[in-house]
Every structure is written in C-alpha cells, then in structure tokens.
C-alpha cells in the first residue's frame, strides 16, 4: 500500500505513514531532503533530533501547514523539540 504522490510537502505538514514499522502513526514534516524523501518526527518514537528519512510515496498527506505556521511556534533555533512535536500531533487528534 502507498500513500504519498508527487505532493509539494512542507516543513510543518502532518502526515501518516502508511509503510514500514512506522505504519499507522501520525508524524510532523520537519525537513525536506528532495522530491522523493522528507524527514519526519513524532516527539515520541522518532524524536526531533534523529528524524526518520522517509519516502514520500510511504506516508500521507493528512494536514497542510498554515502559511505563517512554523514562525508562529517562536521555536528555538528555528529547531522543532520533542514537546512541540508532540502537541502539534495531539491536537490534530482531537479535531
């Protein structure tokens, strides 16, 4: 099963990855390495600071970022952390 197309992904996007152990989780975009990959992060099982590489046809899109989204989090070093990541998803959840 895959889930990703050719999408314009983002650094704040929420996604579920839909391949590999990670299957059926909610993650946060944190980075873009190409057309092919980003790096994703939940807070919890992949942690901020050891994002997954993951190929964007084995996750789905669930959540565009807001324009303005990631200026409005005041992060340190314009570097996401643990905390962060995992409110962001928790909120998703409750909507």
Do not use: C, Q, W
């Amino acid at each position: 099963m895959t889930g990703g197309n050719k999408a314009n992904y983002n650094v704040g996007d929420i996604v579920l990855a839909v391949a590999g152990r990670d299957s059926e989780r909610l993650f946060l975009v944190v980075g873009i390495l190409d057309e092919s990959y980003v790096y994703i992060a939940n807070g919890k099982s992949r942690k901020a600071d050891s994002p997954k590489k993951k190929k964007i046809r084995h996750i789905k899109l669930l959540k565009k970022a807001e324009n303005n989204f990631i200026e409005s989090l005041n992060l340190k070093n314009g570097k996401f952390n643990n905390s962060v990541l995992r409110k962001i998803i928790s909120e998703f959840k409750e909507i």
